[in-house]
């Protein structure tokens, strides 16, 4: 993907939305038994450990974030 393009994506909310929760559910939807946690971990190219603290509920730095919408876009 180049830096220079813009992608929107549309996100339904309530009023109890959480940007996180809804991350976690998309990553969770999107593993299979085929499609693991590894895999998903090399596709956004952050190290396992760091994708199972996401999972975990624990905190990430920013770049993960980032490199999460990434390969959400892609995928």
Known sequence: MDSSETY???IPTTKDFSIKQWMLEQTNLR??????????????GVNYSQLTRFLNGKTVKDSFYEKWFKWYIQN
């Open 8 to 10: 929107t994506i549309t």
């Open 31 to 44: 593993m299979t038994n085929r499609y693991k946690q590894i895999h998903i971990a090399e596709d956004m």
